[in-house]
């Protein structure tokens, strides 16, 4: 009973890991098709909603994505207090763009994608998750390669946010030192950078290189930590780099700064924003 096969036609199976698989009931199929790029398919689960895998992976649920998006935008944003111009590299769902976007103070946000097709699609049958972000002016769609874009562009921005799939196939290269050395060069001063870098508990070697990479790039290099239920395994930790002082802002600075955003969450409070920084011994020990 280890393959895929050996698991009922209407499961989802996830096998990220060696040794842990996470099954989804599949209530519904809307699509299953490959793009250019990786095989991709929504479906319905009574518990989370619609839900998106990319290789078998599961990207986003419209039940539980609000962690992920807010704990990836709104902790940077805030804790940067005056971002005007934001990068996203991945995102194609537009989760991300949708939480960056409720910023008032974000002027332009440019996001590159390397896969057009999930832009449309997730457009098209999960319109919950963008919730109109695709057609915010502020909005610059690219559909590029992000490394690419990296090494080329020449614009500087005050947050970059990477919103990657796992470090097996096309999200692979957002995971390498030179892509962090050429996403630091991208920062304006006082910028910061925060990565999508997995479930620490599975996945500590990932943490680990990337820490490593930070550290060699950021005067401030760590990570902080959210449970996001459909990403299985314990809590998963997003990475953090900034040549700045955003992460010693205080309480009531940051929730001066939330109260005058008036955004709504359901995750994101200026405590959680100070306690996800707050590591137990054993992702400490990973980011060394
Ligand atoms: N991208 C992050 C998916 C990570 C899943 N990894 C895992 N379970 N270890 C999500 C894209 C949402 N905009």
Redesign the pocket.
């Known amino acids: 009973m280890t393959d895929r096969e050996s698991w009922p036609r209407d499961w989802s199976v996830?096998q990220?890991h060696a040794d842990h698989a996470q099954a989804l009931r599949i209530t519904a199929e809307f699509y299953d098709s490959a793009t250019a790029h990786q095989r991709l398919r929504v479906f319905e689960n009574p518990t989370f909603g619609r839900v998106m895998t990319l290789d078998g992976?599961?990207?986003?649920t419209e039940a539980d994505?609000f962690i992920?998006?807010e704990m990836l935008t709104h902790v940077p944003i805030l804790a940067h207090g005056a971002a005007r111009r934001v990068l996203i590299v991945?995102?194609?769902?537009g989760?991300?763009a949708r939480e960056v976007l409720k910023h008032q103070g974000v002027a332009q946000l440019t996001m590159v994608e390397i896969d057009g097709t999930v832009v449309d699609f997730c457009k098209s049958h999960l319109p919950s998750i963008s919730a109109g972000a695709f057609d915010d002016p502020r909005l610059d769609l690219v559909i590029a390669d992000g490394a690419d874009f990296m090494r080329m562009n020449a614009d500087l921005y005050d947050v970059i946010i990477i919103?990657?799939?796992?470090p097996v196939g096309p999200g692979e290269v957002l995971f390498t030192n030179s892509f962090y050395g050429h996403a630091k060069a991208r920062l304006a001063p006082g910028g910061i950078l925060v990565t999508?870098n997995?479930?620490p508990f599975?996945?500590g070697a990932e943490l680990s290189n990337t820490m490593r990479a930070f550290r060699a790039l950021f005067a401030d290099a760590t990570c902080y930590l959210a449970t996001v239920p459909s990403?299985?395994?314990g809590a998963?930790a997003f990475g953090w780099g900034t040549d700045g002082r955003a992460r010693d802002v205080d309480l009531a600075t940051l929730q001066s700064r939330f109260a005058a955003s008036a955004i709504m969450t359901d995750y994101y409070t200026p405590a959680v924003h100070l306690g996800a920084f707050a590591l137990p011994p054993y992702v400490a020990r990973l980011i060394g």
């Open positions: 996830e990220l992976v599961v990207q986003v994505n992920y998006h991945g995102g194609g769902d989760g991300m919103d990657s799939t796992d999508q997995g479930v599975m996945q990403y299985a395994g998963m």
